[in-house]
C-alpha cells in the first residue's frame, strides 16, 4: 500500500520561509512523478508545483515562479518544496500526490495514483 506523508507545515509571517516534505513508500523500487498541490479556505485544489521522477525537470504555477523550488532525494523518497517570500495569500493546506502508473499532465489533479492527507500553511500579515 503506497502512503504519502507531508511535513513541514506552520505558521510564519509575511515574508517568510519554510519548507515542506513529502515522503512516499509502499512501492519499492519505483519512483514516482511528485506534485505539490494547495486548497485555499472556500477554493478549489490548485497545481503549484511538480517534479518528474528523477528530477530532471520541474514545473511551477505561475504563483509560484520565483519564489518556490521544488526537489528531490531519491535515497530518501522524499520531494521538498522550500517556499520563501511567503505571502498570506499563501496560507492554505498543501497537499503532496503520487505519479505512479497515470500518465496525465503534472498539473492536473487527476493525474496523480495517490494523495497525502495535506500540511497546513499558514502566513500572517
Known amino acids: 500500500q503506497v502512503q504519502v506523508v507531508e511535513s513541514g507545515g506552520g505558521l510564519v509571517q509575511d515574508g517568510g520561509s519554510l519548507r515542506l516534505s513529502c515522503t512516499f513508500s509502499?512501492?519499492?523500487?519505483?519512483?514516482?512523478?511528485v506534485g505539490w498541490f494547495r486548497q485555499a479556505p472556500g477554493k478549489e485544489r490548485e497545481f503549484v508545483s511538480a517534479?518528474?521522477?528523477?528530477?530532471?525537470?520541474?514545473y511551477y504555477a505561475d504563483v509560484a515562479k520565483g519564489r518556490f523550488t521544488i526537489s528531490r532525494d531519491n535515497a530518501k523518497n522524499t520531494v521538498y518544496l522550500q517556499m520563501n517570500s511567503l505571502k498570506p495569500e499563501d496560507t492554505a493546506d498543501y497537499y503532496c500526490?503520487?505519479?505512479?502508473?497515470?500518465?496525465?499532465?503534472?498539473?492536473?489533479?487527476?493525474?496523480?495514483?495517490?494523495w497525502g492527507q495535506g500540511t497546513r500553511v499558514t502566513v500572517s500579515s
Open positions: 500526490a503520487a505519479q505512479y502508473f497515470n500518465g496525465g499532465a503534472y498539473y492536473l489533479i487527476r493525474s496523480y495514483d495517490y
Open positions: 517534479i518528474t521522477w528523477n528530477g530532471d525537470k520541474t
Open positions: 509502499g512501492r519499492p523500487g519505483a519512483l514516482p512523478s
